[in-house]
């Protein structure tokens, strides 16, 4: 396509290298027309958080946790508290009598946790002295060991920093109960009673009568053939974990038993790739389960650079594209039950639908999955086409729009629906995505506002 | 003694016709005669006058050699070649109408100065080609006859018409000159006055201690021939002493003197300064005066005296000095007798006034004489522009050279203007004069005649151009007052006085002269008389007696006339003013001198469809009945109204505007400048005027032909000139043109690729004119990148000339433009390729033809600037179009507002869905423009809007 720029003699551009499909320049259906960019990090910005409906915080690894208004795009409140890079972030909303307290958690490599208070006032006065207006107050916890995670659990009012530790904190962050963990990378993820550890380990937090805490290693989930790599709730009675090597199960949370298991395994299909996909099986990293996400219907797993939807009341998969971006996609969304987003490596961030399939023919993108319960296999039966027929229930996930802005990869995004989508990306920046005409619209209101405050209306 | 004077008939025509003009009729400033009168040549008239450029000429009445030419600006004797400076200074100089009253007029006792106010005339010289606006004022020089020195002021021209058209304006211009030289004349006239008190209160001392001496002498009671000489020598000396007293004063109630003149608004920090002064002044030497007993040194002392004279020779206090510290002043003894030789030399101008002021006012003339270059039709057009402009300023930042005169735009006319800067005066007084916040009272008093008579016939003038420039009539100030003055002047020919004008200023000379002492009242006396009018104009000029005769029904028909030119003349000034600001400060006084000197081979450029404009012009110019009815349409206020409608706007300036009071520091502090506003006002004025700077040269033209596009160069004028070729050229070159523009125009960066630097900033350089709201320097454009770009910087900027290179950094940049491909449209000039999105609207066919017809750059450019401020216009009527963007019922949704506001952009303004998305690209740059805040820029990072559309490749 840009090959008349380059005059012919230089090298291909990604996009005409890479397989991955592209969209073209014309996305009726992208509605981010209109970008601010954030500048205000000096390194890798990696995580988002969600404050309240205008608010989000970034923190990177400069130390540096900013707060911003979605609305404006302003910089509200700069904390500087830690050190070293910041490795998890939370919030915590707390709610006593008829004020909310939201409290931003964050844990740093500085072997410290701290803990800033928002008050939840009006939204407007907010925004106009939100910059004089700090950190109610700023906690700072040292601990002995880097939390690697941060999870709250708002039922209990209590949250949980784990690392090489786990530790179970009040809502007035009082230490509740402490505990060595063995391993030293993992991921908590549960919610009340339940604290499945990675790798493979959960633990019980049982409240006993007199209300004191404490934590009990349940059971080894020994069941994955490789490391756990994301592990998510998905309600009351079940989780799920992916693994490096593209497991997906579905645990049930109070049996403890797999309910279903799957393994992705993306395989080209075409016989004249074979040779080639023979000869360079697939890597483990492209299949890797980065991330999870979920609504409590879809399962949306982020694998290598693909995208895979699972439905966890057929327990089948919905829709699978296997090469959704260039390079390995970092955090997944579902924005609805047919669309959702990703982002990746790549420096895209992508919007997707899910359509259902134009029969008989088989979308164009190649791919191939097993799907055994319980059972692993590689074997390839059967052309694609096929396969389709086998699983009336399987949708197309179609590119509906793609976000480009970012030179680096695309760390993470947080949606504020309407108002827009925050992402953030190893380049040092965030950016905004608005919708063109909600945003002019909304100027063209404050232009007749501050006329009519001029009085010349 | 004067042969063959000419007659420049000042008058107003008679507007019988003009009882109701229609209100929505075009301001007749803005409207074009459509064709020009056939026996209108305008080269008929200057060819045979014997210098080539106009130039300010100043002369001096001396009390010993008469008339003569001090000096010239510019101060070249080429510019006056062959042409009889003496004979001229003759010439002007005998047409003083400043009706100055001096020595003791009956019944006061003491000497008194005369209060005169300028006078304005205008005056030609057929046989020397010459015509002049003259500008009288009168200096105060404590040795000169009767104090007063005459000076005046003149702007000779070739062109009557170009002098009688720019009237008000330069009557305004020279008004502030002149205001600049009279305050530094009033001070030095104190330092002089209160220097000659002191001598004289030493004499005094000495003289009393030698009476002291003598009668202690002689026998009691009986004093000696020599002892009554001494006691008369002490008694004139005393008188000697009233009577300087009494003339500081007079001086010193100087700034708080009604003015008659409307031009005559001094700078409210200058007159603070004197006044503060003054009042010292007077102070010392008000409680000198009580006590007579003077003899003895040591009892000065103690009185506090310290400044009066010491034997010793001791340092004094010199805070009287105000200005700068000298060494202690030595007071002479003084001889009984008040020297008023004609041998002793006469102080010259520059000693006259306070040097700081001099100088300023020389500044300002340079200035004048330079905004007055070029030819009336030259003028009139940018006076044209200028006020389109002004109405239009949301706008104007799309595609308009900044004027800069954001600020002071309502200052107009009566904008209290300093010449000098104070920031000077402060960083060396010792004793600051406190900052006044509200020099109100000083205004309306000087505003004081507000008399709805009086002021109306000040500015009742028009050009009456029948009559041919041989022809000898004289229009006479029909006031009793006057009548001498205005006898003399019959008696001498000496052409004519800018008849009511000069009325005004007399009776104003005159009341005050005689009641001067008296608090200032409206004066019936001061009404023109329409009998006495009639009388007079029988008597002096029969010619012109039924237009005079019809003079009280004329004021109030047809005064809007006046005004109209008041208001475009004040417009034009503050531009002009702001342009050689901006000159002066760049500090590039050769480069924008040679500029100015070749705007009027840029006019001359200017095709045949401004040569039509100009010849509509001149022929508007030499029917004088096409100038009264100006504006008539805007203004239809009662007629004495006007006038006083544009004093408050006076007082408005003092508040808010007085910003641009000082244009004179070469390195501009402006926060110095600002007596008033609160503190973010200040910083925002700061940062206005600061643009102003930068933006000025752009309105005059003056070109840094080095500089490139792009940050720190201002683009002028002239570079858009030179870029019009430029684009001409890209248009004719390229088919795809249209596409490149259409692109520009609505927001997609544009970026030109290219190996050849020359080529891609030449081309760069005749984009940016299509660049909406290119910033004051173009920050919006970069005209040579050569390294990657990203996505802050196609934020940043929208036309980005890029270098081509075959180098891994040339690969990583080609990877960011096929990453950023849909946020840009690329132009190869290597190949001659552009990629963008597709056009199909008609709205740019007319400036991106092909196969235009238009060869000129420069025709090129106004085609463009045209088509563009209409776009401007539609998309400022698309921004604050209520309906559009606000439901009209509750009840109304989202997409009816959006069917509405598209059947806006489609029906009535006839935009198909790319042009529509242009005016939306505008109306957002006006929206953002508009709700920028005041200070500063935003906290937030700019927003940059884009759409998803497909490119295609265009070829050649």
Redesign the interface.
């Known amino acids: 396509?840009?090959r008349?720029?380059?005059?012919g003699?230089?090298?291909q551009?990604?996009?005409e290298k890479s397989p991955v499909l592209c969209i073209?320049?014309?996305?009726?259906k992208?509605w981010f027309?209109?970008?601010?960019?954030?500048?205000g990090h000096f390194d890798i910005v990696r995580f988002l958080v969600q404050i309240d409906d205008f608010r989000c915080a970034s923190a990177g690894d400069d130390g540096l946790v900013l707060v911003w208004?979605v609305e404006?795009?302003?910089?509200l409140q700069e904390l500087r508290g830690h050190s070293q890079q910041i490795t998890a972030i939370t919030t915590f909303t707390c709610v006593s009598g008829d004020t909310q307290h939201t409290s931003l958690i964050t844990a740093s490599s500085d072997r410290t946790l701290s803990v800033s208070s928002f008050s939840h006032k009006h939204k407007h006065t907010l925004c106009r002295d939100g910059?004089q207006q700090g950190p109610r107050d700023m906690t700072r916890f040292t601990t002995l060991a880097i939390v690697k995670c941060l999870l709250v659990l708002e039922r209990l009012c209590v949250w949980l920093s784990g690392g090489d530790e786990l530790c179970v904190w009040n809502k007035d962050f009082q230490l509740q109960c402490q505990r060595q963990n063995h391993s030293d990378t993992g991921e908590h993820k549960q919610e009340e009673q339940l604290l499945p550890c990675a790798p493979d380990i959960i633990y019980r937090l049982t409240v006993s009568s007199d209300s004191s805490l404490s934590v009990a290693e349940i059971r080894c989930l020994s069941d994955h053939q490789d490391n756990i790599r994301a592990l998510i709730n998905v309600n009351d009675g079940l989780f799920a974990s992916g693994s490096h090597i593209g497991e997906l199960i579905l645990w049930d949370a109070t049996e403890w038993n797999i309910l279903a298991y799957e393994h992705i395994l993306w395989e080209e299909s075409q016989a004249d790739t074979q040779a080639e996909i023979r000869l360079g099986a697939p890597k483990p990293s492209e299949m890797s389960i980065q991330h999870l996400t979920t609504n409590g219907k879809l399962i949306l797993a982020a694998v290598g650079s693909g995208l895979y939807v699972y439905s966890i009341l057929t327990k089948t998969v919905v829709a699978y594209r296997k090469t959704a971006h260039d390079s390995n996609v970092l955090h997944t969304m579902l924005l609805s039950d047919s669309e959702l987003m990703s982002c990746s490596e790549d420096g895209s961030v992508r919007m997707w639908e899910m359509q259902d399939l134009p029969l008989p023919a088989e979308p164009a993108s190649p791919g191939f999955f097993g799907m055994w319960s319980f059972g692993r296999s590689s074997k390839q039966t059967g052309p694609p086409s096929k396969k389709v027929m086998e699983m009336p229930s399987l949708r197309m996930l179609e590119l509906t729009?793609d976000l480009?802005?970012?030179?680096g990869a695309v760390q993470m995004f947080v949606s504020f629906g309407a108002k827009g989508l925050v992402t953030c990306s190893t380049?040092h920046?965030l950016?905004?995505w608005?919708n063109?005409e909600r945003?002019?619209?909304l100027?063209?209101?404050?232009?007749?506002q501050?006329?009519e405050e001029n009085g010349r209306? | 003694m004067i042969g063959s004077p000419d007659l420049v008939a000042f008058t107003k025509e008679d507007e019988y016709g003009e009882a109701s003009p229609d209100p929505w009729a075009l301001p007749e400033e803005f409207s074009v005669p459509l064709y020009p009168l056939a026996d209108s040549n305008p080269w008929a008239k200057t060819s045979y006058a014997k210098f080539t450029k106009d130039f300010i000429l100043i002369s001096e009445f001396s009390e010993q050699v008469g008339p003569q030419p001090l000096l010239t600006i510019p101060d070249d004797p080429k510019v006056c070649g062959t042409f009889d400076l003496n004979y001229f200074s003759l010439r002007i100089m005998s047409v003083d109408y400043q009706a100055s009253f001096v020595g003791h007029p009956p019944g006061s006792g003491y000497p008194r100065l005369s209060f005169v106010e300028d006078s304005r005339v205008v005056l030609g010289d057929s046989k020397e080609g010459a015509f002049a606006y003259v500008h009288h004022l009168t200096l105060y020089d404590l040795e000169a006859r009767g104090f007063v020195r005459p000076f005046c002021m003149a702007y000779v021209s070739a062109d009557e018409r170009k002098i009688m058209l720019q009237f008000q304006e330069l009557s305004l211009r020279f008004s502030q000159a002149s205001e600049c030289l009279k305050t530094g004349n009033r001070r030095a006239f104190a330092k002089e006055l209160q220097r000659k008190l002191r001598d004289l209160e030493y004499t005094r001392s000495v003289l009393q201690k030698e009476e002291g001496l003598q009668r202690e002498a002689g026998p009691q009671g009986i004093y000696s021939a020599h002892a009554v000489e001494k006691a008369n020598e002490l008694a004139n000396v005393e008188k000697s002493i009233f009577e300087h007293r009494d003339l500081l004063r007079q001086i010193s109630s100087y700034p708080r003197r009604p003015r008659r003149d409307p031009h005559a608004v001094t700078c409210p920090k200058c007159m603070t300064e004197c006044l503060s002064e003054y009042e010292e002044l007077l102070d010392k030497y008000a409680t000198f005066a009580s006590p007579l007993n003077y003899t003895e040194k040591g009892e000065r002392r103690e009185e506090g005296e310290g400044q009066t004279c010491e034997e010793g020779g001791e340092e004094e206090d010199d805070d009287e000095e105000g200005v700068k510290r000298r060494p202690s002043y030595i007071p002479q003894l003084i001889k009984a007798k008040s020297a008023k030789c004609f041998d002793k030399r006469l102080k010259t101008l520059q000693e006259l006034c306070d040097e700081t002021y001099y100088t300023a006012t020389v500044e300002l003339l340079k200035e004048t004489e330079r905004s007055f270059r070029g030819d009336l039709c030259y003028l009139h057009t940018r006076r044209l522009d200028g006020a389109l402009r002004r109405k239009q300023k949301v706008t104007n930042f799309l595609f308009e050279e900044d004027l800069g005169e954001d600020d002071e735009e309502d200052g107009g006319t009566l904008r209290p203007f300093c010449a000098v800067n104070h920031a000077v005066d402060n960083s060396t007084l010792t004793h600051p004069p406190p900052i006044v916040l509200c020099p109100e009272p000083l205004e309306l008093d000087a505003l004081e005649p507000l008399d709805p008579l009086e002021p109306v016939s000040e500015t009742s003038h028009t050009l009456e151009s029948e009559l041919g420039p041989g022809e000898s009539q004289l229009e006479s100030s029909p006031s009793d007052q006057t009548l001498e003055t205005q006898e003399s002047s019959e008696a001498t020919k000496g052409s004519f006085s800018s008849e009511k004008s000069m009325e005004g200023h007399a009776d104003g000379e005159q009341s005050l002269a005689s009641m001067r002492s008296e608090p200032p009242d409206p004066d019936p006396d001061l009404t023109p008389d329409p009998e006495h009018n009639t009388d007079l104009e029988r008597e002096s000029s029969s010619e012109e007696v039924e237009t005079t005769a019809g003079e009280d029904e004329a004021d109030t028909g047809g005064d809007q006339t006046p005004v109209s030119l008041l208001e475009g003349a004040s417009e034009l000034e503050d531009g002009k003013q702001e342009e050689c600001e901006g000159q002066r400060e760049s500090g590039r006084e050769g480069v924008t001198e040679e500029v100015c000197e070749t705007e009027p081979e840029l006019l001359v450029q200017i095709d045949t469809a401004c040569c039509m404009a100009q010849d509509g012009f001149l022929y508007e110019a030499s029917v004088p009945d096409s100038v009264p009815d100006v504006g008539h349409s805007s203004h239809p206020q009662p007629p004495h109204s006007l006038v006083v409608n544009q004093e408050p706007q006076a007082l408005l300036p003092l508040q808010g505007d007085y910003a641009v009071g000082s244009p004179h520091s070469e390195s501009p502090t402006p926060g110095l400048e600002l007596p008033v506003g609160p503190p973010g006002d200040t910083v925002s004025r700061c940062s206005a005027e600061d643009g102003s700077d930068c933006t000025m040269s752009a309105s005059t033209g003056s070109d840094r032909a080095a500089s490139p596009l792009g940050y720190g160069g201002v683009v002028t004028l002239r570079q858009r000139k030179k870029a019009g070729q430029g684009a001409l050229r890209f248009v004719r070159q390229y088919p795809f043109a249209l596409q490149a523009l259409w692109c520009l125009l609505s927001g997609r960066t544009l970026v030109v690729l290219g190996a050849d630097e020359g080529r891609v900033r030449r081309l760069v350089a005749a984009l940016a004119l299509f660049v909406p709201g290119p910033g004051r320097c173009g920050e919006r454009v970069q005209a040579w990148l050569s390294c990657p770009f990203t996505l802050t910087d196609l934020q940043r900027w929208k036309l980005i000339g890029l270098q081509r290179v075959a180098s891994p950094v040339g690969s990583s940049m080609l990877y960011s433009l096929s990453r950023y491909s849909r946020y840009i449209a690329i132009l190869d000039t290597d190949q001659k390729t552009l990629r963008c999105p597709p056009y199909r609207g008609q709205l740019l066919a007319n400036i991106a033809d092909h196969r235009t017809y238009i060869r000129r750059g420069s025709t090129y450019f106004l085609h463009v600037q045209s088509t563009l401020s209409s776009l401007a216009a539609k998309a400022f009527l698309f921004t604050f179009t209520h309906h559009l963007h606000m439901p009209v019922t509750s009840t109304e949704g989202p997409e009816g507002l959006e069917a509405r506001r598209r059947s806006f952009l489609q029906e009535q303004l006839g935009l198909r869905e790319e042009d529509s998305q242009i005016l939306l690209y505008l109306s957002q740059l006006i929206t953002q423009q508009y709700l920028q805040p005041a200070t500063g820029g935003s906290a937030a990072a700019p927003c940059f809007s884009f759409n998803y559309t497909t490119s295609f490749l265009y070829k050649i």
């Open positions: 396509m840009l008349w720029i380059l005059g003699r230089d090298a551009s990604a996009v073209g320049e014309e996305q009726p992208n027309t209109e970008l601010q960019v954030l500048k208004n404006t795009g302003e910089k910059r729009g480009i802005g970012h030179s380049d920046l950016i905004l608005k063109g945003q002019s619209h100027r063209s209101l404050a232009l007749f501050k006329l209306l």
